[in-house]
């Protein structure tokens, strides 16, 4: 039986190498027939014959409503290929059939709208000497894991979700979700379904750690829903005071705790407070004169600045914001806003909505095209015991190449301030 892949991506070339090459993907940017280095063969998707394969593999950002998609009488995800190949008709009669006969890892699936790769790390900072591997959204496909491992803690994105119809993680780690991706899922109601999808699947005696209050399917697994901090610090014998951690990441620091609790009854706080976080999350520059910035640039949604200004939230706050929202309704922000000592500095492609809607609510607004041009002005306003914080509520897109690249640009203003 033949098999192709769905997308030329990380992921599925990723599947493609483990297995020897010599492939055949199809791929919407693909306009002419091409063949790699591994000899896979990339065809447009008009090129897609459904008659002539038997499995069809898919990246995971493959669109719900892709024409491709719509075609595929097979379509298997990464996560169904490694961690339920049984499932899988047909699979022992392709160049897959290997998958069949490696080791099965547990693994901990880690969800939610932000703060899923900081958890990741963190869980796996904390249970590297039991032989943890990190992988998945986080950015190593699992085709590049070793299936000998005895724990896989697994960054699980909601498209990876939407895909995914037989495996399930030994322990679910939800964090909180707000909307996102909207325009991908076609709503906030499936994109919180698809995140609450692996409930179903999972068996008796299997953790599921998700956010109080949400409507949930039923589950064979023991579901422990958690509305604060508190809680998890009273249900897991935890002690917040023992961290380093703040705002969203102190919950973080916890839900990884919660973990390692669960799994090995054990709660280790100094290696967990000597885990390095990510650059452009909450990473804090002093400039020359002493004033305080803060790269938040990995901020590309409503909820994630929120908690930023959550974090910050007991001084005066100089905010810049903006860029690609998808869509996403900015008015909480905007209304969290005006509870705060917060001026606003509108950037990117949404500038002039997030301005109007600041005008409306009474906040002081500073609307401006480029992020240079607002830390230029955010820089004759700051002040000593002030923050200039880049938290953008949006995706970056729409100006820059990623979100790092944002961030890199905000912190070479603020090291060239060091010249003056």
């Not at 020897?20 to 591994?38: L, Y």
């Not at 499932?87 to 880690?110: C, F, H, M, N, Q």
């Not at 590309?300 to 005066?316: F, I, P, V």
């Not at 607002?374 to 880049?390: N, P």
């Amino acid at each position: 039986m033949k098999i192709c892949f769905f997308g030329y991506g990380k992921t599925t070339r990723a599947i493609a190498e483990r297995f020897g090459g010599g492939f055949d993907f199809f791929d919407d940017r693909c306009t002419q027939a091409w063949e790699d280095e591994s000899g896979n063969r990339i065809f447009p998707t008009s090129d897609f014959d459904p008659d002539a394969y038997g499995l069809e593999i898919l990246t995971p950002s493959i669109r719900p409503d892709s024409p491709l998609l719509e075609q595929a009488r097979h379509p298997v995800s990464e996560y169904d290929l490694f961690l339920a190949p049984e499932r899988i008709v047909g699979l022992e009669a392709t160049p897959l059939r290997e998958i069949l006969e490696l080791p099965r890892p547990r693994s901990v699936w880690v969800s939610g709208t932000n703060g899923k790769t900081t958890t990741t790390q963190m869980i796996a900072h904390l249970l590297e000497d039991r032989g943890a591997l990190s992988g998945g959204n986080i950015g190593t496909p699992l085709a590049e894991l070793d299936p000998r491992a005895p724990l896989w803690i697994l960054e699980t994105s909601s498209y990876t979700l939407h895909h995914t119809r037989f495996a399930a993680p030994d322990l679910y780690l939800l964090l909180p979700v707000t909307p996102d991706h909207i325009d991908w899922h076609g709503g906030a109601q499936a994109y919180t379904s698809d995140k609450l999808s692996p409930l179903a699947r999972m068996r008796e005696g299997e953790l599921a750690l998700i956010p109080a209050g949400m409507k949930r399917p039923e589950s064979a697994a023991w579901v422990v829903e958690y509305p604060d901090d508190t809680f998890l610090e009273e249900f897991f014998d935890l002690d917040a005071s023992r961290l380093r951690y703040r705002a969203a990441f102190l919950q973080d620091a916890l839900l990884a705790l919660a973990v390692e609790r669960t799994l090995f009854d054990r709660a280790d706080y100094d290696r967990l407070n000597a885990f390095t976080l990510d650059r452009h999350r909450q990473e804090e520059i002093t400039d020359a004169l002493g004033r305080l910035w803060v790269n938040d640039s990995k901020a590309t949604n409503l909820d994630a600045a929120l908690q930023a200004l959550e974090a910050y939230r007991e001084h005066k706050i100089h905010l810049i914001a903006g860029g690609d929202d998808k869509g996403v309704d900015m008015e909480p922000l905007i209304r969290r806003l005006k509870t705060l000592d917060v001026e606003l500095y509108t950037i990117g492609s949404n500038s002039e909505r997030l301005e109007e809607l600041a005008r409306k609510h009474g906040v002081v607004v500073h609307a401006f095209t480029t992020l240079r041009e607002a830390q230029e002005a955010l820089s004759r306003r700051l002040r000593r015991g002030e923050v200039a914080l880049l938290s953008p509520a949006a995706a970056s897109l729409d100006q820059f190449r990623s979100y790092a690249q944002r961030g890199e640009e905000f912190i070479e203003f603020v090291e060239s301030l060091r010249d003056f």
